[in-house]
C-alpha cells in the first residue's frame, strides 16, 4: 500500500507581499517538479509553513496543489499537529480534497509519550480512509517515535503504512526494519545518512544513483523506482530476484542459519555519550547475533571503549559486524580484540 516509490520533494508556501499564498507561484513550482521528474509532492509539510498557516489556508493549499497535480504524481499533505483534534480535521480536509496520502508529524512541543503517540496516530487513521506516512523528526519536535512504536502502529492500524526517519540514527532506522520484516515503507528524511542507510540494509526507497556502487550490492536503485537493497554478505540474507520484476520491490526473506559458528571480539572506539550502548545493542539484535558479552569503559578524554564477545559464521559475516557499527554515530574504529 506504499503511496509512492522514490523521492519526494517538501513544497514550500511560497507567499505574497501581504502575505497571502501567492497560488500562482505554487502551480509553478509544482509544474517544474513534475517536469523534472520528482515521483511525488508533499504540501504544507514542516518545510511548507504548516505550523504558520491558518486551519483554512491550510485546507485550500492542499486543494490547490491536488488541482495543479493533475493526478501525474501522488500528492502527500502534511496532516500532523500538535492538537490530535486539529490533525484529525486536516486529514479530513485533505481526503475531501483528494490528496493521495498523509504526512503526520509527531506532536510538538507536547513530549507525547509513546502509548500517547499510539493513540494520537490512531485515530488519525480511524477517522480517514487515506494511507499515512508517519514523520519522526525529534531534533524539532522533541519527540521520538521509538521503533516499537512504529512497528505497533505498523501491524495494528492497517493504512498506516510507511515511516519518514529524520532521527539520524542508522541503528534506530535498522531496529524499525527488523520488528517489521522490512515489510514497512521507510522514508529518509535525513539527507546525510542516504548513503549509509543503503550500504547498511536500511532503505526501501530512493532516488539516488545508478547503480548503486559496490559488488556486493544484490538490488539497484533506479531513478523513480525502489527496490528492497541488500548486500550478499549480511547475516543469512538471501534475495528473491526476478528479472520479470525490473522496477517493482525485490523482497528479501531469511534463510536458516547455518549450526557452525565460532566466537570472536571486537573492541568500539567511540565519544562517550548518551546512548551508545543502546546503538551498538541494536545493530546487534538486527543482525541476530548471538552476544555473551558487552562492557564499556571510559578512557579519558570524551572517549569509550565498547568490547564485545559474539558468534558468527564466518570472517565475511564479522566484516559485515564491523562495517555496521562503524555506522554508528560517534564510533572511531573498530578492531578485533584479543582472541
Known sequence: MAIFKGAGVAI?????ENEEVNYDKLEELVEW????GTD???IVGTTGESSTLTTEEHSDVIRAAVRFAKHRVPVIAGTGSNCTREAIHLSEEAEKAGADGLLAVTPYYNKATQGGLIRYYTEIAEAVKLPIIMYNVPGRTGCNILPETAATLFKNVENI?????ATGSLAQASRLMYLTDGKIDLYSGEDGIVVQGLSNCLVKFSKCCTPVPGDE?????????????????????????????????????W??????????SLEIEADDRDGLMLDVATILTSLRLRTSEMSARSVGGGTAIVC???GVHNLTELENVRTRLRGISGVHNVERGTE
Not at 12 to 16: H, L
Not at 33 to 36: G, L, N, W
Not at 255 to 264: G, H, K, Q, R, Y
Open 12 to 16: 514550500v508556501t511560497p507567499m505574497k
Open 33 to 36: 517538479q513534475i517536469e523534472q
Open 40 to 42: 511525488a509532492i508533499v
Open 161 to 165: 503504512v510507511g515511516i519518514k526517519e
Open 217 to 253: 550490492i544484490v538490488g539497484f536503485i533506479t531513478r523513480g523506482y525502489g527496490v528492497s537493497v541488500h548486500r550478499k554478505d549480511c547475516p543469512n540474507a538471501r534475495a528473491a530476484l526476478d528479472p520479470a520484476q525490473k522496477g517493482r520491490w525485490v523482497k528479501v526473506t
Open 255 to 264: 534463510a536458516e542459519a547455518p549450526d557452525v559458528m565460532f566466537s570472536t
Open 308 to 310: 564485545l564477545r559474539f
